[in-house]
Structures are given as structure tokens and as C-alpha cells.
């Protein structure tokens, strides 16, 4: 594959990038991305995403757009209140950049379709607000042998981690979590509230993540950091890193 003119010019200022390069630019082009979840974590991210010239996506979000997810999900305007928000981003992309393939679907991503929905990607961006859902979505990377990027915010903290659970000494999403959520629906956006740019700072951050695992290989934009969890606090400000460990007994990635 090579790029046009018009591409070349597009993405000029990241093929300038000793780290990214021609050959960066081309992955990225051939790369798909399954964004699960088009909230306040996935709708920053995508915009990101598209922008830095991803080629392929899938979208997935059962949820319909409400006025009070404006405040934080950037890529829906007052026009798609009451619309699907998975359209309504097909539609953003569509004006953003008319390249790009979209496959969208309004299903609520559960054990039993996950698989299907992340199929043939290359990267999953999970921003889904329970664990339950994050579980499916993880198990479903396991399985596929997928890389997924999770990210989640509330209030004033957001986390942002890569796992590689299908690798023998990195952990998955599980590890970290442990079984006890599946069946539990820990929603605290609602209630606890959220700083709208918080939303957008751990949404970014998720995206300059998921650049370096789809460069793994063609760039030196720098390691994935699989199993490194990056804690955002937007009050002090500051980033931490903790080490996520692989459970040699999680049922979904251990021996
Ligand atoms: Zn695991």
C-alpha cells in the first residue's frame, strides 16, 4: 500500500515523526480499531483515532445520545440527541473523513456476541462504564488473541492500561479485576459525576496508547506497556504507573 498526495499532505506532520515515519502511516491506514463503547472515554478517543489516519473501524454502543452526554462526549453535537450513538458517530466520521470504513451496530456487547463484534480487529479501545461488560469485551481479546486498550473515568481520576492477555507473561483486563464483577453493574457515572475534561484527558491518553500498539513492529514510537495500568488524577495533576501482574489462576488467560 502506498499513500496518495493527498493522504502524504494529510498526515504530514506525523510521516515527520522519526517514530511514526511513511511506514507508521501506512500501518495505521491498514489497521482497524473496534471501539467499544462511544461515551466519554470512546468519543475523544475516536475523534483521536480517525484523526491520526486509522483506516478501519468498528463501532459498537447499544446507548442513544442524551443531552447531559454533551458535556463530555465530544463527538455528538445537540442535532443527535435522541439518535443512536454508533450512527451518530458513523456520522461524525463520515464528515470528518470519507476514507474511512465504519461498521457500526447498536447491540449491547455481551459474552455471548463479543466475539463476533471485535472480529478482525487489530486493536479493541474498551470505554464501557461496567464491569461486566469489560469482562465480555476482555475475555472476547483473550480468546481472539487481540490487544485490548481499556480506559475508564470518573469524577476527577481516569486509569488507561494496554493488556495482551494471549501473551504467556502479560496479564488481561481479569487479572486485574478479578471474577467478582461479572454479573455486577458498576455504573457510578450517573451518580458520582465527571469533569468533562477528565473524560477527554484519559480518552486521549487511551488513543497516544493504542498508536503505539498498532506501530509494535514498523515504528519506534516506544513499547506498549502491556499489564502497565497509568492512574490520571486531574486535581494534583500527576500520572502513576502501576504493574499489573498476571494471575497464574484467571480462568480466562492462566494455565
Ligand atoms: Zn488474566
Keep these: 500500500m502506498s499513500l496518495s498526495p493527498a493522504r502524504l499532505d494529510r498526515f504530514a506532520r506525523h510521516i515527520v515523526l522519526p517514530e511514526v515515519g511513511g511506514a507508521g502511516q501506512v500501518r495505521l491506514a491498514e489497521s482497524r480499531v473496534?471501539?467499544?463503547?462511544?461515551?466519554?472515554?470512546?468519543?475523544?478517543?475516536?475523534?483521536?483515532?480517525?484523526?491520526?489516519?486509522?483506516?478501519?473501524?468498528?463501532?459498537?454502543?447499544?446507548?442513544?445520545?442524551?443531552?447531559?452526554?454533551?458535556?463530555?462526549?465530544?463527538?455528538?453535537?445537540?442535532?443527535?440527541?435522541?439518535?443512536?450513538?454508533?450512527?451518530?458517530?458513523?456520522?461524525?466520521?463520515?464528515?470528518?473523513?470519507?476514507?474511512?470504513?465504519?461498521?457500526?451496530?447498536?447491540?449491547?456487547?455481551?459474552?455471548?456476541?463479543?466475539?463476533?463484534?471485535?472480529?478482525?480487529?487489530?486493536?479493541?479501545?474498551?470505554?464501557?462504564?461496567?464491569?461486566?461488560?469489560?469482562l465480555a469485551v476482555s475475555d472476547a481479546c483473550v480468546a481472539a488473541g487481540i490487544p485490548l486498550l481499556s480506559a475508564a473515568v470518573g469524577r476527577f481520576q481516569g486509569q488507561v492500561a494496554a493488556f495482551a492477555g494471549h501473551l504467556a507473561e502479560e496479564a488481561c483486563y481479569r487479572c486485574f479485576v478479578g471474577d467478582a464483577f461479572d454479573a455486577e453493574d458498576c455504573d457510578t457515572c450517573a451518580d458520582d459525576g465527571m469533569?468533562?475534561?477528565?473524560?477527554?484527558?484519559?480518552?486521549?491518553?487511551?488513543?497516544?496508547?493504542?498508536?503505539?500498539?498498532?506501530?509494535?513492529?514498523?515504528?519506534?514510537?516506544g513499547e506498549p506497556g502491556w499489564g502497565r495500568l497509568h492512574v490520571l488524577d486531574g486535581l494534583e495533576p500527576s500520572l502513576r504507573t502501576i504493574r499489573i501482574a498476571k494471575d497464574p489462576a484467571c480462568r480466562t488467560c492462566g494455565a
Design 34 to 134: 473496534a471501539v467499544i463503547g462511544l461515551g466519554g472515554i470512546g468519543s475523544p478517543a475516536l475523534q483521536y483515532l480517525a484523526a491520526s489516519g486509522i483506516g478501519h473501524f468498528a463501532l459498537v454502543d447499544d446507548d442513544v445520545v442524551e443531552t447531559s452526554n454533551l458535556q463530555r462526549q465530544t463527538i455528538f453535537t445537540t442535532r443527535d440527541v435522541g439518535y443512536g450513538k454508533a450512527v451518530s458517530a458513523r456520522r461524525w466520521l463520515a464528515n470528518f473523513d470519507d476514507t474511512l470504513t465504519v461498521d457500526v451496530s447498536d447491540a449491547r456487547i455481551t459474552p455471548d456476541n463479543a466475539a463476533s463484534l471485535i472480529a478482525g480487529a487489530d486493536l479493541v479501545l474498551d470505554g464501557t462504564d461496567n464491569f461486566a461488560t469489560r
Design 195 to 221: 469533569l468533562g475534561a477528565m473524560a477527554g484527558w484519559a480518552g486521549t491518553f487511551a488513543a497516544l496508547q493504542a498508536v503505539k500498539v498498532l506501530l509494535q513492529g514498523v515504528s519506534t514510537l
